[in-house]
Structure formats: structure tokens, C-alpha cells
């Protein structure tokens, strides 16, 4: 449902960039979204980063642990904007303690993501680059 706000609807495009799509039921594609998301992770110690199914097993289930967040913090931010644009209906109390809990849930699960990440990034500079 697209908000009345600007704001959370050019949100919602530059988290397209980075593989964000309405949920639509259907089972994930996990090498292509780890073909999206992949490239946060490259540095100049390791300016390329494998494919998922490239990966060893222990690192292939922390990205689905990292994609799996995103896209939970994708739902998260679905209901955020679902609440939000409620908002504009007037005003009503309970719908802004909505609001608030969506809004809640949805920074923490960026912060879930982001420590998903920083896991990713720890075993790609640890024991992924050494043989496994």
C-alpha cells in the first residue's frame, strides 16, 4: 500500500535498490539476492566476493541468516508503512501507538540485519579466506 508521505516513498525506491519488493508468498531466491546484497561486503583486501552457491557451507547459512533479516525487515517496514499512511485518516490515538510499535520493530530489525552483516564480514575476513 503506497503512503501519502514522499518520504517513506522514496524510502521504499532506495530500498528497491537493494533488492526490496513487496512480499508476494513465493519461496526466495537465495543466489540471486546474495548477487545484490554480495557487494556490501567487498573491500580492497577482497575487492571480489563469491557467488552463494560459491560459498562454504558455514557462510552460505549466515547469508541466508543476513537475507533473511533483510527481508524481515523488509515485512517490518511494509507494516510501518501500512500504519503510517493510516495516519493521514486523522487523528486517533491508537493508531499512532500503531505507528509507534511498527516503527519499533522495523529499527530493530535494521539493527538484526546490521549485526547479521557484521558477522558475514567477520567470517569473510577470518576463516572463509583461509581454507576451509
Do not use: N
Request: proline fraction near 4%; charge should be negative.
Amino acid at each position: 500500500m503506497p503512503s501519502p508521505d514522499q518520504l517513506v516513498e522514496q524510502g521504499a525506491s532506495v530500498l528497491a535498490k537493494f533488492g526490496y519488493e513487496p512480499f508476494g508468498g513465493e519461496e526466495e531466491h537465495w543466489s540471486a539476492m546474495w548477487d545484490l546484497l554480495k557487494g556490501d561486503f567487498t573491500t580492497q583486501k577482497h575487492p571480489e566476493i563469491p557467488s552463494f552457491d560459491d560459498l562454504s557451507l558455514s557462510l552460505k547459512e549466515a547469508a541466508k541468516v543476513y537475507m533473511r533479516r533483510r527481508l524481515i525487515a523488509d515485512r517490518f517496514f511494509e507494516e510501518c508503512r501500512k500504519a503510517q499512511a493510516d495516519l493521514f485518516k486523522g487523528i486517533d490515538t491508537d493508531g499512532v501507538e500503531r505507528y509507534t510499535i511498527a516503527r519499533d520493530a522495523y529499527e530493530d530489525s535494521v539493527g538484526d540485519f546490521g549485526a547479521a552483516r557484521e558477522r558475514i564480514a567477520m567470517l569473510l575476513d577470518g576463516k572463509y579466506w583461509e581454507e576451509d
